[in-house]
């Protein structure tokens, strides 16, 4: 089968299309023939090795398609069912093995490109507003590059939760597509001081919340925009990772909360993991969920798909198709 490999970290010039066995499904493992494959900013860490993954490897943590095949000791599913999971490492490829418990039945009404672009960034966007940090209505809260691809999906399920959103993103362009999603206010944080901005929108009172993805460059004005106890959801760094940290500053700034989520820990049981995909079906099939399919490029470009998502030239979700 073609797949994706890293041998050695670095730009994108890392990633080689190449020819390799197709994995075979161990005991409680499924084989996936990959329809659509989900691109997520992890990749470029993974690729870059700020996440260090053992080399070689296969890149890609979303994936949506058949299964082909199954191990033994599998009751999840069985061959010809749809399924789509993340979270899970070598999804740039034909073929995929995944742990059946890991694997999310699609409904008939979600093809797979639409499958592979609600799995990982979709659940990321629930958690972060119903667990993480739980929004209610009269809420505030800041997104950071809200025209992404987890921005946008983030965006609509905050405003379903009652919340007055703001909204960060470098372009005109993107804070239209921003405000489509339901931004209420939109920042250009390229030209403008966010941290003025949302003081001056919020009548100097600040947010509940900032759900902050971009890291080092907003990591310290993010602080600055939280009323006393507000929380400071970091869950990402497009930007590069955030320095070393005095905790003395969250007293300083306002008794704040700062976390470091990530998926993986939202998800751990199966029934949270279906839970969370299957509320995400069901708005995207009721059309209360806009997905943004931006871009879609051959596996084998893989390449000029990180180097569009790395320079900022992506919003929504950008697929791979093998
Ligand atoms: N913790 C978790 O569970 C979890 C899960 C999924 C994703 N994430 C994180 O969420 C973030 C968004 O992921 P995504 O896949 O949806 O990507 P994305 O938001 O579609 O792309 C990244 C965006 O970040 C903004 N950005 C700001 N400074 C940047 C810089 N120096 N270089 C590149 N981009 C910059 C850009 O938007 P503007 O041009 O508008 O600034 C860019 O479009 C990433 O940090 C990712 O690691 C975390």
């Not at 005991?27 to 470029?44: K, S």
């Not at 080092?216 to 070393?244: A, H, I, M, N």
């Not at 069901?282 to 490029?297: E, H, P, S, Y």
Request: proline share 4%.
């Amino acid at each position: 089968m073609k797949a994706i490999r890293v041998h050695q970290y670095g730009g994108v010039e890392a990633l080689k299309y190449e020819e390799i066995a197709a994995p075979e499904p161990g005991a409680g493992e499924a084989r996936v023939r990959i329809e659509a494959i989900g691109l997520n900013y992890v990749d470029v860490y993974q690729r870059t090795g700020l996440y260090q993954l053992k080399l070689p490897f296969t890149l890609g943590m979303e994936g949506a398609g058949v299964v082909d095949a199954v191990g033994r000791d599998v009751s999840e599913v069985k061959a010809g069912d749809r399924v789509a999971y993340s979270m899970i490492s070598g999804a740039y490829a034909e073929y995929a093995v995944v742990p059946s418990s890991r694997l999310v039945p699609v409904p008939k009404n979600i093809d797979s490109r639409a499958a592979a672009a609600t799995m990982l960034q979709g659940k990321t966007a629930h958690y972060l507003t119903h667990s993480t940090y739980p929004l209610k209505t009269g809420d505030t809260a800041l997104v950071h590059a809200a025209a992404g691809g987890v921005g946008l999906l983030l965006v609509q399920i905050a405003k379903r939760r009652g919340a007055t959103i703001f909204g960060t993103v470098s372009t005109d362009e993107k804070a239209r597509i921003a405000r489509e999603a339901g931004a209420d206010e939109v920042i250009l944080y390229t030209e403008k001081d966010f941290v003025a901005e949302v003081k001056r929108l919020t009548d100097g009172r600040g947010l509940n919340v900032v759900y902050d993805s971009v890291g080092q460059s907003t990591f310290e004005k993010s602080l600055d925009c939280l009323r006393p106890r507000g929380y400071l959801v970091l869950f990402g760094q497009s930007s590069g990772p955030v320095p070393p940290f005095n905790l003395g500053t969250l007293a300083a700034k306002g008794s704040l909360f700062v976390t470091r989520p990530t998926l993986a820990h939202y998800a751990i049981t199966r029934e949270e993991l279906l839970q969370r995909a299957n509320d995400l079906f069901n708005w995207v099939a009721a059309g209360q969920l806009k997905l943004r399919i931006d871009k879609t490029f051959p596996l084998a470009e893989a390449a000029e798909a990180h180097r569009q998502l790395e320079g900022r030239k992506t919003t929504g979700k950008v697929l791979l198709i093998p």
